[in-house]
């Protein structure tokens, strides 16, 4: 990108500065302020209760989460005694 000339800095400024002056001497215009009334909530007993949600689960999903838990905690034991003995290897050395 070119840079700017003296004329065109000139002309740049006397863009802002108008456009200040503009702004400074618009006269203000009071904004009517307009009262919102607030928000009133009312419960009506009319409407029917939210049915419950039904959080049964299958046996079959519960056996197979049950797995993968037991899975996991199995190869987290491995892992920690695997740990173990190359620390005792290591220390022992």
Do not use: C, W
């Not at 002056?21 to 618009?26: S, Y």
């Not at 006269?27 to 607030?38: G, K, M, R």
């Amino acid at each position: 990108m070119p840079k700017k000339t003296k004329r065109q800095k000139i002309l740049a400024e006397l863009r802002r500065h108008t456009t200040l002056t503009q702004t400074a001497n618009a006269p203000s215009v009071p904004v009517p302020e307009t009262h919102t009334p607030s928000p009133v909530f009312r419960f009506q007993g009319s409407h029917a209760p939210a049915k419950s949600v039904d959080t049964a689960y299958d046996r079959e999903e519960l056996a197979v989460i049950q797995k993968d838990l037991t899975k996991t905690l199995i190869f987290a034991l491995i892992a920690i005694v695997i740990e173990l003995g190359v620390y005792r290897m290591l220390r022992g050395m």
